[in-house]
């Protein structure tokens, strides 16, 4: 098993980095998907931090024209 971790400022951002790692997986390969969102603020700004932890099973990696895929 594998974990990979992704870390935006913008959760357009993070959608589009998860979704193209799940492009190269298949549907077997996926174990599990964690969503966290956080929040900081101080006097001048709200920052925010969307995460996203996948963990799947790395021997099944396959190319993209290969199997069938999540999308």
């Known amino acids: 098993m594998?974990?990979?971790i992704f870390d935006?400022?913008?959760e357009q951002d993070l959608e589009i980095k998860v979704n193209e790692f799940l492009k190269k997986l298949t549907p077997e390969q996926l174990i599990d998907l964690q969503y966290q969102v956080a929040v900081l603020y101080?006097?001048?700004e709200q920052i925010y931090c969307f995460s996203c932890?996948?963990?799947y099973h790395e021997?099944?990696?396959t190319l993209?024209?290969?199997t069938k895929k999540f999308f």
Do not use: G, M, P, T
Request: charged share 45%.
């Open 8 to 10: 935006e400022s913008h």
């Open 2 to 4: 594998r974990v990979k």
């Open 59 to 61: 021997n099944k990696l």
């Open 64 to 66: 993209a024209s290969e």
């Open 53 to 55: 932890l996948i963990f």
């Open 42 to 44: 101080d006097e001048r």
